[in-house]
């Protein structure tokens, strides 16, 4: 095997890559400049690594392409808080600060936002409007919460009953009476948007 490539038994996974990958890390730093003669090295060649394998993973991509942080989310299931959790500790052990501190202040909170609008529509107005296929849509049809319309008692007056003594009487046997209010939809959209500035490296330039 080419002397810049080496073979890392990580838990019993193998991962081969570039010493000069393995620079990014002080951790591996240290361990580079003494493994011509370490215990850790095994009779393949593979020298062997006491982490996470699957975490780890994410680690090698980080150390080959340091310049972004790792984004896991899905529409489906949100972030996955448990790799993170993961992750956070073998970047601590790797000493990649960078990483490990852009995962304990939770930064991948801030690259997806979700925007809800709520907007109360006629049928009319309905018909004219029109979304984008990322956009998630819902709509509730219903009685408009707005102002309530005063109906007169009597069916006389249409809005003022004061000086009428049927209203009135009326008013103090049943109450007062409204119109129905006016049937509205009520239209509930959702977008996802994606800062990607937020995975972005400062520390890298």
């Known amino acids: 095997m080419p002397s810049h490539l080496i073979i890392l038994d990580v838990s019993g996974r193998k991962y081969k890559t570039q010493k000069a ?36 993973q994410y680690i090698l991509e980080f150390m080959r392409r340091p310049s972004k942080f790792p984004l896991f989310w899905t529409k489906e299931t949100s972030f996955d808080y448990a790799l993170y959790n993961k992750l956070e500790a073998e970047a601590d052990y790797f000493l990649l ?19 809800i609008e709520v ?17 998630e849509v819902q709509s509730f049809f219903g009685s408009y ?7 007169s008692p009597c069916a006389i007056h249409t809005d003022n009953i004061r000086g009428c003594s049927s209203c009135a009487e009326l ?35």
């Open 171 to 205: 008013i103090r046997a049943h109450g007062p009476a409204y119109d129905d209010p006016p049937k509205k939809l009520t239209l509930v959209t959702k977008k996802i948007e994606f800062d990607e500035t937020v995975c972005v490296n400062e520390m890298v330039s």
């Open 97 to 115: 600060h960078d990483l490990r501190d852009w995962l304990r202040k939770k930064r991948y909170l801030d690259a997806v936002k979700t925007i």
């Open 21 to 56: 990958t393995l620079q990014t890390s002080p951790y591996f730093q240290n361990l580079l400049a003494r493994w011509d003669d370490c215990s850790d090295r095994q009779e393949d060649g593979s020298y062997f690594i006491d982490a996470d394998p699957d975490a780890f």
């Open 119 to 135: 907007k109360v529509l006629s049928e009319h107005q309905l018909d004219q409007t029109r979304y984008a296929a990322d956009i």
């Open 145 to 151: 919460t707005g102002e309530k319309r005063y109906r």
